[in-house]
């Protein structure tokens, strides 16, 4: 009597496979839901996602393409071509977002941004736009960024108007360094530090580190004549005037002992016109009128 095989697996390891297959499928749910989780946890919209992943797509396979155009001297026309590709997904600049702007109008930058020759979002030239404003006056320092699909971000440091510096023909606004940033009305500049002298606007700095040196004149001076390209005249808001060494350490060795001087004496809103330090530690004072009243009672002692 013939005897008949069953291909047929055994209890235990048909449970094991069972066990087995419900494990996959449990981890693929798992890992399903996590990237899903994942995925919600970012601020995008599942629009800005898909833009951003055909994006992703789009600049491997232009990298690729790009790395075999090298190899044949296609780079320009894959470039093209893909740039273009990009424009008809939406990747186009359409919007600006300016921040950072006080003085400055922001329009005109906007202007300068969609001003430029190539829009698309992947070939706009982000470093040429920044050149660009860095040589507006009041630009201190900017920023461009590109934010996906269509929006170009653009923070601006300004410059802070420091003083003023009389020109022959103008008052110009300046700021701590004497960077020129623009013409300003004598109402405007009234209240303001006002610098003058040939050369003055190269020693803008060197005098703030010179009233750095007695801080309790500083806010008593209104203005700074820099004389013969060597040496500072102060102006004081009474009127009165300082005359200072040449020499930055002598200029402020003078001043700080005029500062001294003036918490003794109470110098500045007195008789006195001008002071003269230039050869300190003296210190020379006119006082309007007496040199004619010496004289006038020197007369009168002859008669």
Known sequence: MATVRRQTQGVRRQARSQENTRRVRKARSQGRSFFGYVLGLLPFTDDQLRRAFTFAILAAATALALFIANLSGATEFVSQKFAQVTVN???????????????????????????????AMVSYDVDGLRSDLLRMSWVKDAR??????????????EREQHAVLRRADRLMAIDATGVELEVVSAREAKGMLLIEGSGAQGQVEA???????????RSQVDGAEWVGNRRWNLTFGSGQTLALPEGDSRASAALIAFAQADGVHRLIGGEVASFDMRNPPRMFMRVPGRAEAQELAALEEQS
């Open 144 to 157: 461009v960024a590109r934010q996906l699909p269509d929006v170009l971000v653009i923070d601006i440091i």
């Open 207 to 217: 005098l703030s580190a010179l009233l750095d040196a007695a801080p309790a004149l």
């Open 89 to 119: 997904a939406g990747y186009v600049v359409r919007h600006v977002e300016v921040r950072g702007v006080e003085r400055m109008n922001g329009m005109t930058i906007r202007e300068r941004a969609l001003n430029q020759p190539d829009l």
